[in-house]
């Protein structure tokens, strides 16, 4: 077990709803990433906060958006979904300030159908 | 850019057979490297990285800067080695994202 937390393990939703995942990091990390894992894409990184504020964008969709709270969890909002949505979005978390290792969440599944 | 490119998707030996998992990366300075594992639905896990210079589970990698590799191998496999195998790049500076390989699955047969 990484000590990251993330909840649901599952989500089953339609097109064009919207849906929250949310990352609880180890206890002391102040940053946290998220990562979505599909088959055609691979691991890509999503966005980065680091003590409740962004760090840094990758990749991610004007129809996603996160946010980290005061007690450092984070979500992640997904909104519009479309089938192309459906993988699987990993949460990191880590000490952060320079090289440091992230240790990952199991990941929710969101499937779009 | 910063790129991982792992050229095998799939990798398949016998047991006791070594194994070397491949990866080349692409990045303008002296980047972090990493193996991360994610055993059958199971999480990503840290398997090394490189400037700890340690061997886990019989994993090694070497870091070459000259041919920007950092291949990782272990010289008998075993059948518990089985898993998706990612290669991850950190820069230094700015941005702490990890830039993934799109990851080699190996099957340890016995």
């Known amino acids: 077990d990484s000590g990251v937390t993330q909840t649901p393990k599952h989500l089953i939703t339609a097109t064009g709803q919207r849906v929250t995942l949310r990352c609880s990091p180890r206890?002391?990390?102040?940053?946290v990433y998220w990562y979505q894992q599909s088959l055609d894409q691979g691991l890509q990184f999503l966005i980065q906060y680091y003590n409740g504020e962004e760090r840094a964008k990758g990749n991610i969709l004007e129809r996603f958006s996160a946010q980290q709270f005061p007690d450092l969890h984070s979500e992640l909002n997904l909104s519009s979904l479309e089938l192309g949505d459906s993988a699987l979005y990993f949460c990191?978390?880590?000490?952060?300030?320079?090289?440091?290792?992230?240790?990952f969440g199991a990941g929710t599944r969101l499937s779009v159908l | 850019a910063q790129r991982v490119t792992q050229p095998e998707k799939l990798l398949s030996v016998f047991k006791g057979a070594p194994v070397e998992l491949k990866c080349n990366y692409s990045y303008s300075g002296s980047p972090e490297l990493f193996w991360y594992v994610q055993y059958s639905r199971q999480r990503l896990q840290l398997l090394l990285r490189?400037?700890s210079r340690e061997s886990i589970k019989g994993f090694t990698a070497d870091l070459n800067k000259g041919e920007t590799s950092f291949h990782l191998k272990k010289p008998f496999a075993q059948e518990e080695d089985s898993a998706m195998y990612y290669c991850a790049l950190q820069g230094q500076g700015g941005s702490e994202k990890l830039v993934f390989g799109k990851g080699t699955k190996l099957t340890v047969n016995p």
């Open positions: 990191a978390s880590s000490v952060s300030g320079g090289i440091n290792i992230q240790y």
């Open positions: 490189h400037i």
């Open positions: 206890s002391g990390d102040l940053s």
